[in-house]
C-alpha cells in the first residue's frame, strides 16, 4: 500500500518552503543593495576623479571638466575636447584603462542586481498563483527552488 501524503501536511511543507526562501531571497537582496550602493560610490568617486584632475591639468572650467571625464568613461570620445598637456595624456591612459573597465563591471552589477530583484518578484507572485488550487491546480509551479 502506497502511502500518500496528507494534502494539509503537503501545504504546510510548501509554505514552510516559501517562507525559507523569501528570507533567503531578501537576505541576499539586501547585501546586494548594499553592493549597488557601494558600487555607484565607486563610479560617482572615478567621474569626481577625471572631473578633478582634468580641470587642474587643463585649467578648464568644471563642467567642460566633468564632460569630458564622463565622455571617456563611456567611450563616446565627440573629440570636441581634447588633452593638450603631456601630464594629461597621460592621466587619460590610466583613467581610461582603469575607469572604463570598472564602469562596466558596475553597470552590470546593477543591471544584474535589477533583473534578479524583478525575477524574484515574479516567482514570489507565481508561486502564490501555483498554490492556490491545490493538487489539481493547472498552474504549474515553475519557480527555480523545485528540483
Known amino acids: ?3 500518500k501524503a496528507n494534502p494539509i501536511t503537503k501545504q504546510h511543507e510548501l509554505a514552510q518552503q516559501a517562507l525559507q ?3 533567503y531571497s531578501s537576505r541576499a537582496m539586501g547585501e546586494q ?3 549597488v550602493i557601494y558600487i555607484a560610490v565607486i563610479i560617482i568617486g572615478i567621474l569626481s576623479a577625471g572631473t578633478v584632475a582634468v580641470h ?3 585649467g578648464w572650467d568644471w563642467i567642460d571638466s566633468a564632460y569630458f571625464a564622463t565622455m571617456t568613461l563611456t567611450t563616446v570620445g565627440y573629440g570636441d ?3 593638450t598637456h603631456q601630464a594629461t595624456r597621460v592621466f587619460v591612459i590610466v583613467y581610461a584603462l582603469g575607469g572604463v ?3 562596466l563591471y558596475g553597470l552590470t552589477t ?3 542586481y535589477y533583473v534578479e530583484r524583478r525575477e524574484a518578484k515574479f ?3 507565481w508561486s502564490k498563483m501555483s498554490n492556490l488550487g491545490g493538487p489539481r491546480n493547472p498552474i504549474p509551479d515553475i519557480s527555480p527552488r523545485r528540483k
Open 101 to 103: 573597465a570598472t564602469l
Open 21 to 23: 526562501l523569501e528570507a
Open 33 to 35: 543593495k548594499a553592493k
Open 1 to 3: 500500500m502506497k502511502n
Open 56 to 58: 587642474f591639468l587643463e
Open 110 to 112: 546593477i543591471a544584474k
Open 123 to 125: 516567482y514570489h507572485q
Open 81 to 83: 575636447f581634447v588633452p
